[in-house]
């Protein structure tokens, strides 16, 4: 069993659809009850839905209830119908013009979780679409064939990704639209980073780097960025350059590989004690979580994040929160702490 590090999506997920209706049997659909019933128990699709499953008609096989189906695939996870179709290339082309990724299988505009089923009904292609999660289940030839066979179907491969070249290796090859830098046991992070274009989300963890390169503010497509560090140098003023960032969430104190005998460093001797004003220029700037810094005070241009909507700066060195928050009246929520772990809220004195 081989997981899928991210979606797939594009000429990719064409090229995939087109693969498995060539080599798989069957795939399925999953239609839960709980995202095709209000609270009373009245039925509640789509428009599109709906049209979708009236065009894949042609090509049902059968329709399973969750009793039937539990515990023999993955697609029956929660009570629902399930509709097994035959593997043509006419449903093919339906699958390709109904969604332009495989996590795209998602309600309310489709029905849940594409999968594909081998000649023996056993899941050969699964996908629980909502979670983000996907697997193959093949051997490790047929998935190395089909890896290199479509770039864009990034396919984990834990004997060589822990190895931070060969993981980036494959991630320039296939473009995932998100990553995660986690326990490689990196001091700095490379600068071939720039290379993944289509990077929209990204996780680091890594405990012993410090400071972040410009290579990383040439991500233009990142929508969210999250660092764990035990300590950092800085947020750099280039972080104004990663224009369509949405969340943005920076936490010192974590420790991915720990030592027996570590101590987390006091907040009041972290090198990180300062937000950029350049923060101000995010204008597509959602979420703001700063926790375990030494940060004492933060910049006014904070205000100018107009569509902010929460604000968390906790577990730090802030006296009080500065009174220009009490004016950014579109958050929905926020979070400064008035002395350690006594937390000020919309709205208090």
Not at 73 to 83: H, K, M, N, V, W
Not at 121 to 143: S, T
Not at 166 to 183: K, S, T
Request: proline share 5%.
């Amino acid at each position: 069993m081989f997981r899928l590090y991210s979606d797939v999506r594009g000429t990719a997920y064409e090229r995939l659809i087109d693969y498995a209706m060539e080599r798989a049997d069957t795939f399925m659909l999953g239609v839960h009850n709980w995202v095709t019933e209000d609270d009373n128990g009245v039925a509640n699709k789509d428009v599109l839905f709906e049209k979708l499953l009236q065009q894949l008609n042609p090509f049902l096989l059968s329709t399973h209830s969750y009793e039937e189906m539990r515990g023999e695939l993955s697609i029956a996870y929660t009570p629902g119908t399930f509709y097994r179709y035959q593997c043509t290339p006419e449903a093919g082309r339906v699958l390709k013009h109904a969604a332009s990724s495989l996590f795209s299988w998602v309600h309310p505009k489709l029905p849940e979780d594409l999968c594909f089923q081998n000649a023996d009904g056993e899941d050969w292609i699964i996908n629980i679409a909502h979670e983000r999660i996907g697997r193959l289940n093949m051997d490790k030839e047929d998935a190395d064939e089909l890896e290199k066979l479509i770039p864009g179907v990034f396919i984990h491969k834990s004997e060589h990704h822990g190895n931070i070249d060969m993981f980036l290796n494959d991630a320039i090859r296939h473009q995932p639209d998100r990553v995660e830098l986690m326990r490689f046991g990196l001091t700095e992070i490379p600068e071939r980073i720039r290379k993944l274009r289509s990077l929209k989300h990204l996780t680091i963890f890594e405990q012993d780097v410090r400071t972040l390169p410009s290579a990383l503010f040439e991500l233009e497509s990142l929508e969210s960025l999250t660092i764990q560090v035990a300590d950092l140098e800085e947020l750099p003023a280039d972080i104004a350059k990663l224009s369509r960032l949405k969340s943005l969430r920076v936490s010192c104190g974590c420790y991915d590989r720990p030592a027996p005998d570590y101590k987390v460093i006091p907040k009041e001797e972290l090198a990180f004690r300062n937000v950029p004003p350049s923060i101000g220029e995010l204008h597509q700037l959602e979420y703001l979580d700063i926790s375990y810094s030494g940060i004492r005070t933060l910049p006014p241009e904070i205000q100018n994040l107009r569509n902010l909507r929460s604000l968390d700066i906790v577990n730090g060195l802030i006296e009080s929160a500065p009174e220009f928050i009490y004016t950014m009246t579109w958050l929905d929520r926020f979070l400064i702490e008035d002395k350690p772990f006594h937390l000020c809220n919309h709205g208090d004195d």
